[in-house]
């Protein structure tokens, strides 16, 4: 017979105390991994792995190893930093587990992310990362880094009327010295040479590639295709050290195309890297002046990038380096600008430059629709000197004013019938004004308003000055859509008519002198504000809302009436006569004439005209008379464009 061995209640329950006593202090030995995992990825997200600790490297030397590692790429990505967390943490067998890390870098649009494996493993009772590139992306190796490469995105482009294109990627010549292809000394006397033929400072540019790594291209100017000078060609086929790179940039269609107003792209300045740098960095592409700089954020589009696995370089051993391997991991593909949209016509635009391209002082042509107020073209001439003379110059009217003060005075109680006295001088405070030099002998008297614009008569406007009131020009200019600044969208005077302080100023602003400026694009929207019976409002950039000015008075059908008829008056029988056959609908017009400086007076020339839905100010700098100098380029204007 067996004997059961009986145990206490007492003794089990000890017993049972041990055991647990045991497990406890088996589960205290062997402390859990996730917190070594954790505090990994956060000091790899900040780039400090300081506090962590590792099985054969102090946190500090693990984080020069990081830092070496990532610094290319996060220097392409602009000083950015990653999002790393823990995605998984492996069960802890024979003292080892294995932490996933989600990896997340700001690379274009669509971030790359990705997951890598970090070993851990417990040491002395405490879990300890085992070190490799592989933490930081799985396929790395000893030895390999991250590094960039980018990718220029594709600048939007400008388009006008209709949507026909204005400014697109063109072909160009890039002429410049090739560094690499000749030593310094012939480098230096190549880009003398190349200076002198392409007429740019020789002592600047050969000291600029003096100065250049043995590896760059210096370039010392771009050309479209046809305007590089034959001897520049020459030398880039003959001398060393002297290359012609093809390429392609942003460009209107001509060299001349609406280039004051459209701007330029080039090479970022060190000052819009100073004040922008999340924006721009040396060498990037960006508008520099004109509409180009202005809308910059929207055509300039994003740069793409390509993250690759490359050999570290040791400092002083590029040349070794020069054939590495380079794994690509990711590409972002650039996103092409967005497309500027403009009312500019190609067409016009090209025609009312040919009629500015033989002008020799600064000249400006600007055509707008009445109908809409869109402006379709604006041409400088080659005597701007690169000024936006046709939307932002400031210059007095002359008589074309005179249309102003035509509405001013139908609202003062006068018709195109009052008769006013047209003298030969008129002296105001001690002033004395006269009309021009060739005004009609036989205009002279009094004559109905109708007449005196017609023929330009100053002295007739200027004895009703009193009549306009303090307030009558200026209240006239901003019904005609002139002397009311506010933001267009692109550089934009439109005109000002200030409170005169002297009679004698009063009775210039009669005559669109004293203090009445106006820009040839204020005064192409007055002839086109006449020509519709309302006021228009000019506009280039359809996405830039534009609305008439608070407060402008509208013109009553009776003063609209009484007003075009007046100015078709000007080319049936007065000033404007030379417009009188042009074929299509009846024309309106005013010649204008201003006088300017001293020690010789000189004189701007003006013409403003109307024909169907289509409003043009001609503006001459220093011209003989409206009718005699801008009036025979608007004449050919309209012609051409009929």
């Known amino acids: 017979m067996r004997r059961r061995l009986l145990v206490p209640p007492a003794v089990l329950l000890v017993a049972g105390l041990l055991s647990s006593c045991d497990q406890v202090a088996d589960h205290l030995a062997d402390p859990e991994p996730d917190q070594a995992a954790a505090d990994l990825a956060t000091g790899l997200a900040g780039g400090d792995l300081s506090t962590v600790v590792f099985t054969d490297a102090t946190g500090p030397a693990a984080t020069e190893a990081y830092t070496a590692v990532v610094e290319g790429l996060v220097e392409g990505l602009g000083d950015a930093e990653p999002t790393v967390s823990v995605d998984d943490v492996t069960a802890a067998t024979d003292g080892a587990s294995t932490a996933t890390l989600a990896w997340s870098w700001p690379v274009g649009a669509t971030p790359w992310e990705y997951t890598s494996e970090a070993p851990l493993e417990l040491v002395d009772d405490e879990w300890r990362v085992v070190w490799s590139p592989a933490v930081v992306e799985p396929s790395l190796t000893e030895g390999e880094v991250l590094d960039t490469t980018p990718i220029g995105a594709r600048r939007g482009d400008i388009t006008g009327a209709q949507g026909k294109t204005l400014v697109t990627l063109r072909p160009v010549v890039r002429l410049g010295i090739d560094r690499s292809a000749v030593p310094q000394e012939q480098a230096v006397a190549a880009a003398r040479q190349l200076a002198d033929l392409v007429e740019i400072d020789a002592a600047a540019y050969s000291d600029q590639v003096g100065k250049a790594g043995e590896a760059a291209f210096v370039e010392a100017i771009t050309y479209r295709p046809e305007d590089v000078p034959p001897a520049a060609a020459r030398a880039a086929e003959t001398v060393p050290g002297i290359r012609a790179v093809q390429d392609e940039r942003p460009l209107a ?381 608007l004449e050919a204007f309209l012609r051409a464009v009929d």
């Open 253 to 633: 269609p001509t060299r001349e195309f609406a280039a004051p107003i459209l701007g330029t792209v080039g090479e970022v300045t060190a000052e819009m890297v100073e004040k922008d740098p999340d924006t721009y960095q040396p060498g990037d592409q960006a508008g520099l002046s004109g509409l180009q700089a202005r809308y910059d954020d929207l055509l300039q589009g994003k740069p793409g990038v390509v993250v690759t696995a490359t050999v570290a370089v040791e400092e002083g051993t590029e040349e070794g380096a020069e054939g590495a391997a380079e794994r690509e991991l990711y590409r972002a593909e650039p996103q092409t600008g967005g497309t500027l949209k403009l009312t500019l016509d190609p067409d016009l635009q090209l025609a009312a430059e040919s009629q500015l391209a033989g002008v020799r002082p600064a000249s400006a042509l600007v055509a707008l629709r009445p109908s809409t107020g869109e402006i379709v073209a604006a041409a400088n001439g080659p005597g701007t000197d690169g000024y936006n003379m046709a939307t932002f110059g400031q210059f007095a009217p002359g008589s074309t004013f005179k249309a102003v003060t035509s509405l001013a005075l139908l609202r003062a109680g006068l018709t195109p019938a009052t008769r006013v006295p047209c003298t030969s001088t008129i002296v105001v405070d001690g002033k004395r004004f006269k009309n021009y030099s060739d005004y009609p002998a036989g205009a002279i008297g009094r004559i109905p308003l109708r007449s005196a614009i017609a023929n330009s008569c100053n002295t007739a406007l200027i004895s009703q000055t009193e009549r306009v009131g303090e307030t009558g020009l200026y209240d006239a200019a901003v019904s005609l859509g002139m002397g009311l600044d506010h933001d267009l969208g692109f550089p934009a005077f439109l005109g000002s008519v200030e409170a005169a302080t002297s009679k004698t100023e009063a009775a210039a602003a009669t005559i669109g002198q004293g203090t009445v400026l106006a820009s040839p694009m204020a005064m192409a929207t007055v002839i086109g504000s006449v020509q519709q019976g309302q006021l228009v409002v000019p506009r280039m950039v359809p996405s830039v809302e534009v609305s008439a000015p608070d407060g402008a008075q509208p013109m009553s059908p009776t003063e609209a009436k009484a007003l075009k008829s007046m100015l078709r008056e000007v080319v049936t029988s007065g000033s404007g006569r030379a417009l009188a056959d042009l074929p299509g609908g009846p024309v309106i017009a005013k010649t204008g004439t201003a006088e300017f400086g001293s020690d010789p007076v000189r004189t701007h020339a003006w013409m403003i005209a109307a024909q169907g839905d289509l409003a043009v100010a001609v503006f001459v700098e220093v011209g003989e008379s409206g009718s005699q100098t801008a009036g025979p380029i």
